[in-house]
């Protein structure tokens, strides 16, 4: 599976972005799809993921509330929904995909990352 994340730009504080990670292959609705993020100086972090179908979401409890996964498994893109920017929220934003049915939010699980996308959050 190859990913290609979009969608990231310069937003104001309080400002929304939508990013999108469109996936190539006929198996997309077979893998677990997640954001990650990673700012400056520190370690990638779990977002948000989402069940194969996209019924089930799991959140970081800094994001839960303001940030918002599906997808659109005809389209096989996965979807994130930022309202609410916060400085904080300033990253590299990056999608991925594990070859299971449990949404893990340790990196390690994740098989295939796409090569991520610039949020940044003016205050």
């Known amino acids: 599976v190859q990913l290609q994340a979009s969608g990231g730009g310069l937003v104001q504080n309080g400002g929304s972005l939508r990013l999108s990670c469109a996936a190539s292959g006929r198996t997309f609705s077979s893998y677990i799809m997640a954001w990650f993020r990673q700012a400056p100086g520190k370690e990638r972090e779990f977002v948000a993921g989402?069940?194969?179908?996209?019924?089930?979401?799991y959140y970081a409890d800094s994001v839960a509330g303001r940030f918002t996964i599906s997808r659109d498994n005809a389209k096989n893109t996965v979807y994130l929904r930022m309202n609410s920017l916060k400085p904080e929220d300033t990253a590299v934003y990056y999608c991925a995909a594990a070859n299971t049915i449990v949404v893990y939010t340790t990196l390690k699980m994740y098989d295939y990352w796409g090569q991520g996308t610039l949020v940044t959050v003016s205050s």
């Open positions: 989402i069940s194969l179908g996209g019924g089930v979401t």
